[in-house]
């Protein structure tokens, strides 16, 4: 497989429990290089925006709702399949249902607040990198 970046997320419940530096170790354990990095506070526009693909769902505006409940840190992660390896080393979108060992499992506190968001393909990686980080700002 060729070296592939994805876009992802720590999410409010992880920033505010201290686990930046915890997830970021999982990330790198698992061969994938942080290339770019900023934590920053989404307003409630930014975060509908880069939900908009789930704004029919249900838990949209609870969703949002916690997206701004504090920083996230945004980044760029690298390696070989980096979309995939990403969603393994993330597991299952409820920690109840994650594999032993991912971060969800280990971190998430449920399923809506579960730690990390991770680009789902190469294609929304790419949109997805866009909406957080011009050129200049991803080293290789
Ligand atoms: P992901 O690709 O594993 O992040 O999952 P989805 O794309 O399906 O959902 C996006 C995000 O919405 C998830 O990461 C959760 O934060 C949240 N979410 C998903 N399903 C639910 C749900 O049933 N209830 C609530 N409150 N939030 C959810």
Do not use: C, W
Request: proline share 4%; aromatic share 8%.
């Amino acid at each position: 497989m060729a070296a592939e970046r994805t876009l992802s997320i720590i999410k409010p419940d992880a920033t505010r429990r201290n686990l930046t530096g915890a997830i970021n170790q999982r990330f790198e354990e698992a061969g994938l290089r942080i290339v770019a990095q900023k934590r920053l506070q989404l307003t409630r526009a930014q975060a509908e925006a880069f939900y908009a693909v789930h704004r029919e769902r249900p838990f949209f505006q609870d969703l949002v709702g916690f997206m701004i409940s504090g920083p996230v840190v945004a980044q760029v992660l690298e390696g070989e399949g980096a979309v995939a390896r990403n969603r393994e080393v993330m597991g299952a979108t409820d920690p109840a249902k994650a594999d032993a060992g991912t971060i969800r499992k280990d971190f998430a506190e449920n399923i809506e607040a579960n730690s990390v968001h991770g680009s789902d393909s190469p294609e929304n990686a790419a949109t997805e990198i866009a909406f957080f980080f011009s050129q200049i700002e991803i080293t290789g």
